[in-house]
């Protein structure tokens, strides 16, 4: 089946180079106002495991939906705008979740992202509209502007969706790991190639790893980091007892220890592996998800 026209205007959007200088804008802002990590932290979603936005936009999209139904019985004005007003205010955490991911994605899906946004920021004014045209009596004109906002709200879900879907904006970048890794025992280092208390790099087949040798443990974790994929091999040791690696991307931290997610953007926790020491060679195995 030929894709739609309208398809070319939004694969596009991804190159449109003439919208960083706004996103670099919004990013410092985002910055500045969110500053607290655990927020941030509860923003992108790290309690959870996976992004916290595609949950906190279904309260105002939902609301609006059901607005729209009601809209087409009569005598349920009051519970329209009451709807109305409940996807207004939910706006706030779906925008604030939205950002943060937004501020720590490559370019291309930030500039899809920007757009998105905006379009989001249209539909959000027009039920504004919708609420007081309602309020004040205006029946008929709180109709056309709802419709005109849920026709808003869905290209900005449809471009959303693109982000999410084809951009892979959100996706875990580790998930293919457990099909790549053969099962067992794999030779990854000797012991005396891993210097005491610091980051090496290392391999089993194609999948790169990142070990930490400590008191004669050897830690590894996956070096492909979970949110975009950053090379976890030349990322920073961060050791207050619990040994970590900082991402060099976008500083997501993994304990090395179990690969759970200490602080976002990522979500998705580092595959580890299990280590023992046979004659002088460190070997390797991928632990099953969740042990
Ligand atoms: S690639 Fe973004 S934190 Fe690692």
Not at 117 to 141: D, F, M, P, W
Request: proline fraction near 7%; hydrophobic fraction near 40%; charge should be positive.
């Amino acid at each position: 089946m030929k894709s739609l026209p309208f398809m070319d205007s939004i694969n596009q959007l991804e190159n449109a180079t003439w919208l960083d200088p706004a996103a670099k804008s919004i990013r410092k802002v985002v910055k500045n106002v969110i500053r607290q990590r655990d927020l941030r932290d509860l923003l992108h979603g790290v309690p959870f495991g996976h992004p916290l936005h595609p949950v906190m936009v279904q309260i105002p999209i939902g609301a609006w939906t059901s607005a729209s139904i009601l809209d087409l019985v009569s005598g349920t004005q009051k519970a329209s705008a009451v709807l109305i007003g409940t996807g207004i205010t939910a706006v706030l955490p779906a925008v604030a979740s939205g950002l943060v991911d937004w501020s720590k994605s490559e370019p291309g899906p930030q500039r899809t992202g920007l757009v998105h946004a905006g379009v989001n920021v249209v539909a959000t004014s027009l039920y504004a509209i919708s609420l007081i045209q309602r309020c004040t009596g205006r029946e008929k004109a709180g109709k056309i502007f709802s419709l005109a906002g849920m026709a808003a709200v869905s290209t900005g879900g449809f471009i959303g969706g693109h982000l999410a879907y084809r951009q892979g904006a959100s996706i875990s970048r580790v998930i293919d790991i457990p099909n790549n890794v053969p099962s067992g025992w794999h030779q990854v280092a000797t012991l005396d190639s891993l210097e005491e208390g610091k980051l090496t790099g290392g391999t089993i087949g194609e999948t790169p790893l990142v070990l930490f040798r400590r008191y004669g443990t050897v830690r590894a974790l996956a070096a492909t980091c979970s949110h975009l994929g950053g090379p976890l091999n030349e990322g920073k040791l961060i050791d207050d007892g619990d040994p970590c690696v900082e991402c060099p991307w976008h500083q997501s931290v993994f304990s090395l220890r179990t690969g759970e997610v200490i602080h976002g953007p990522a979500t998705a926790p580092q595959p580890h592996f299990e280590t023992r020491i046979v004659e002088g060679q460190v070997e390797a195995r991928l632990r099953p998800a969740h042990s």
